[in-house]
Nanobody
Framework: VQLQASGGGLVQAGGSLRLSCAAS????????MNWYRQGPGKQRELVAS???????KHADYVKGRFTISRDNAKNTVYLQMNSLKPEDTAVYYC??????????????WGQGTQVTVSS
């Protein structure tokens, strides 16, 4: 199983980006999918989560600006980021709780995508 994140880049404050994370491999089903981020000199923190049924949770510092969504048919999770601030600069990681075809649940991580917001 692999998670491939994409969509990061350099954007000015107030701008928008949309991150994508596609899971591939011997996947039977995916439960919760998450986006984390790790800023310079900071610990990794949870940004948003979405259940298999589409129930979402967002960290307080991104509520109203970021939206997590998923396409179960494509095994893909998205993070729409609007009104970006310099403090959103971080490497963003996707994470999924995945049941593989051989019946094992595992916690899988993408490689991270850099988001840089200039002031």
């Amino acid at each position: 199983v692999q998670l491939q994140a994409s969509g990061g880049g350099l954007v000015q404050a107030g701008g928008s980006l949309r991150l994508s994370c596609a899971a591939s491999g011997s996947i039977f089903s995916i439960r919760t999918m998450n986006w984390y981020r790790q800023g310079p000199g900071k610990q990794r923190e949870l940004v948003a989560s979405i259940s298999s049924r589409g129930n979402t949770k967002h960290a307080d510092y991104v509520k109203g600006r970021f939206t997590i969504s998923r396409d179960n048919a494509k095994n893909t999770v998205y993070l729409q980021m609007n009104s970006l601030k310099p403090e959103d600069t971080a490497v963003y990681y996707c994470n999924g709780d995945i049941l593989t075809s051989d019946g094992a649940y595992g916690d899988y991580w993408g490689q991270g995508t850099q988001v840089t917001v200039s002031s």
